[in-house]
């Protein structure tokens, strides 16, 4: 069975930092593009930022630029975003998701994608002073 769980959400006040983690059972991440998306009260879902299975390479949504890094934990077959510089407007459910790079022929593609063949069940992240 492929799951994938999250971890690392909380409260933090404005201009704090966490650390998500999407952790992997059932299956290989390294085969896999893996995107973090998030949504928060009343809005629809967006992709935050995704990463390549094949090179590396990562999208970021114009709004988390500079303060989000995505990257790879080989070693935990896990994938973290690393968050940084939090606002208020960051408050949401943060969701990973994993999907065959064959779908896909962009990096952004993923981040765009709305049925992935996994979805983590999702860490609540809480940004308010």
């Known amino acids: 069975q492929l799951q994938l769980v999250e971890s690392g959400g909380g409260l933090v006040q404005p201009g704090g930092s966490l650390r998500l983690s999407c952790a992997a059972s059932?299956?290989?991440?390294?085969?896999?593009?893996i995107g973090w998306f998030r949504q928060a009260p009343g809005k629809e879902r967006e992709g935050v930022s995704c990463?390549?299975?094949?090179?590396?390479?990562?999208y970021y949504v114009d709004s988390v630029k500079g303060r989000f890094t995505i990257s790879r934990d080989n070693a935990k077959n896990a994938v973290n975003l690393q968050m940084n510089s939090l606002k208020p407007e960051d408050t949401a459910v943060y969701y990973c998701?994993?999907?065959?790079?064959?779908?896909?022929?962009?990096?952004?593609?993923?981040?765009?994608?709305?049925?992935?063949?996994?979805w983590g069940q999702g860490t609540l992240v809480t940004v308010s002073s």
């Open positions: 059932g299956f290989n991440l390294d085969n896999y593009v």
């Open positions: 998701a994993a999907d065959r790079p064959a779908w896909h022929s962009t990096v952004q593609a993923m981040c765009n994608t709305q049925y992935p063949e996994v």
């Open positions: 990463i390549s299975s094949r090179d590396g390479s990562t």
